[in-house]
């Protein structure tokens, strides 16, 4: 029943990685991915799904334009951001991942000039994961890109020192989402592996970095179009938030006609706790 909607992958995570697969299924769709790597986005090249695809093999960051790679030994570690070892980060670092690296010279687009290229209308939800740039990305976006943007999912740094320069922290991002409508949904924490210890022990690092995950806030999404609280519903549905994805679906329903309003009746039944 989602008629538009678009997502857009940064970073692009394979399909059976990510909680939006659901989404895939959706015709009315349009699945972006991004990376500049494009090897990275070989595996795309057998796209099954109902949504439509479009793959970008470009860097994005906040202004456009020519901007510095810093391509590490492994590429997943690769950022716009300079990777940076502090004296108190060294001993959870591992070298051979993270402190070596080469610059390249790469040609970037905005995340603005990205999204101007598709449907002006429809509901966005945005996904990244690179390395530190990631709300450095979001602010590049049109005050009408953030209205319509209904959910963010995104990395930020947990470190008192983080191992990207300029690398925007946690609770800097919480308070800008905050700040431009949106609550934060989901939040996992991720420590680190290092130091290494013997096997015979249990052991856990610091934390490093975390996994949010932001949705415009419930009181903004009842007044939003019907099209982005169908996506809404989806997209609570996709990190199980069964209980707003109810609450807003009965609000959806009643704005909705025919097929549509048939399939969010037979959904609030299931979902309702007497079902």
């Known amino acids: 029943i989602i008629e538009r909607g678009i997502c857009v992958d940064l970073g692009a995570t394979k399909i059976n990685k990510t909680n939006w697969s659901i989404l895939c299924h959706a015709p009315g769709v349009r699945w972006i991915a991004v990376d500049p790597n494009a090897n990275n986005l070989e595996y795309l090249g057998n796209w099954a799904y109902k949504a439509s695809l479009r793959t970008v093999d470009r860097g ?92 963010v999912e995104l990395e930020a740094t947990l470190m008192a020192e983080p191992y990207y320069s300029n690398m925007a922290k946690f609770h800097d991002v919480l308070k800008e989402m905050e700040q431009k409508g949106f609550e934060l949904m989901r939040l996992k924490p991720i420590p680190g592996s290092l130091p290494a210890v013997a096997s015979d022990f249990e052991s856990t690092g610091a934390l490093v970095e975390c996994d949010a995950v932001f949705f415009r806030r419930y009181d903004q999404l009842i007044e939003a179009n019907q099209d982005s609280r169908l996506f809404a519903i989806a997209l609570y549905a996709s990190y199980q938030l069964w209980g707003d994805a109810l609450a807003l679906t009965r609000v959806a329903m009643k704005h909705a006609s025919g097929t549509v309003l048939s399939e969010l009746e037979s959904l609030a039944h299931i979902l309702s706790p007497e079902a």
């Not at 906040?62 to 790679?69: E, N």
């Not at 951001?81 to 402190?99: C, G, M």
């Not at 449907?119 to 990631?134: C, F, M, N, R, Y």
Request: hydrophobic share 35%; with cysteine.
């Open 60 to 151: 994005l960051s906040r202004t456009g334009g020519s901007q510095t790679l810093y391509l590490t030994s492994v590429d997943s570690g690769s950022s716009l951001l300079e990777p940076v070892v502090s004296e108190s980060n060294k001993h959870r670092t591992d070298a051979d991942y993270f402190i070596t690296y080469r610059e390249l010279s790469i040609e970037t687009m905005t995340l603005a000039a990205l999204l101007e290229e598709e449907q002006a209308e429809w509901p966005i939800a945005v996904k990244l994961d690179t390395q530190g740039s990631e709300f450095d990305i979001l602010e590049g976006m049109t005050p009408d890109q953030w209205e319509r943007t209904v959910c």
